[in-house]
């Protein structure tokens, strides 16, 4: 798509010599961020620090398709970004709705302008706004949902720990994204770093039940982890690679 940003703030950057030296280093990681990256996908600085990776989006879409109950086939994207997630469900055959919800409005409009580049923009119902004030005002009494959540990490400190402490999670933690989503779906994926505190993340499972946790690799190592709330079934999850990303 040769469409160019109109809007500061939002960049297609084409050349090493664009990009400011702070993401540099993610801009060289870019093919396995977009795989069409080349087709002119636009991105604002902070979408490069939190962005799902292509092959990691489409994995967790494939694993909640999957996983959840055949019946549970419209899934919210709660903190949509850039897209990344969104349009991995939308290329997805099993979801028949997507909500993308995006607080900030340029993050937005390069999560819909990336959408199209993957011809998937139509399947998505875009929703401006707080998501939890959106999630609440529009489904209430939906139980049927599934919400996705990829929340901002609060910088990149959590990196520097070996155990990371969802409660100190900004500007929400673990209780806040749990508590807040919970009330309205039965099915709650949380993407969070991949040292999440994982006694924290055990302390929100029903009485008598299990919590699936996911880490999700690039070339063997661990990017993030998905922490799956509710009834969903991995019986049969092999240890199959999807394009370059496995889960373990
Ligand atoms: C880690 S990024 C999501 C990245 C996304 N999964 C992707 O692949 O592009 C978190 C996003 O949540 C947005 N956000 C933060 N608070 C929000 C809120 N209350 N409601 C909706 N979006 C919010 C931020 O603007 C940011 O774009």
Redesign the pocket.
């Known amino acids: 798509m040769d469409e160019e940003p109109d809007e500061k703030g939002i960049y297609q950057w084409t050349e090493y010599s664009q990009v400011p030296e702070h993401l540099k280093k993610y801009w060289h990681q870019r093919f396995k961020i977009w795989q069409s990256y080349q087709k002119g996908v636009w991105m604002t600085e902070?979408?490069w620090f939190?962005?799902?990776p292509e092959p990691i989006?489409n994995k967790i879409a494939i694993h909640i398709a999957e996983s959840a109950p055949k019946e549970k086939t419209v899934i919210i994207?709660?903190?949509?970004?850039?897209?990344?997630?969104a349009i991995a469900f939308a290329r997805n055959g099993h979801f028949e709705q997507v909500f993308a919800?995006?607080?900030?409005a340029k993050?937005m409009k390069c999560?819909k302008h990336n959408a199209k580049i993957y011809n998937v923009d139509n399947k998505i119902v875009w929703a401006a706004?707080?998501?939890?004030d959106l999630i609440k005002r529009r489904f209430s009494g939906h139980k049927n949902i599934i919400i996705f959540a990829?929340?901002?990490?609060g910088g990149t400190e959590y990196s520097n720990e070996d155990v990371f402490d969802l409660t100190k999670m900004e500007?929400y933690n673990l209780e806040k994204l749990y508590k807040s989503f919970s009330k309205y779906s039965t099915h709650v994926v949380l993407?969070l770093p991949r040292t999440s505190d994982l006694n924290q993340l055990a302390r929100y499972a029903p009485p008598g039940k299990k919590v699936e946790v996911a880490h999700y690799c690039v070339v063997g190592a661990s990017k993030a982890l998905c922490v799956y709330y509710g009834d969903f079934n991995f019986e049969g999850e092999g240890e199959e690679h999807a394009d370059d990303a496995a889960s373990a």
């Not at 994207?77 to 997630?85: K, L």
């Not at 706004?129 to 939890?132: K, L, P, S, V």
Request: proline share 10%; net charge negative; hydrophobic share 35%.
């Open positions: 902070d979408a939190g962005v799902t989006a994207d709660a903190f949509a970004g850039v897209g990344g997630n919800m995006e607080k900030d993050t999560a706004g707080d998501c939890f990829s929340p901002p990490w500007p993407y």
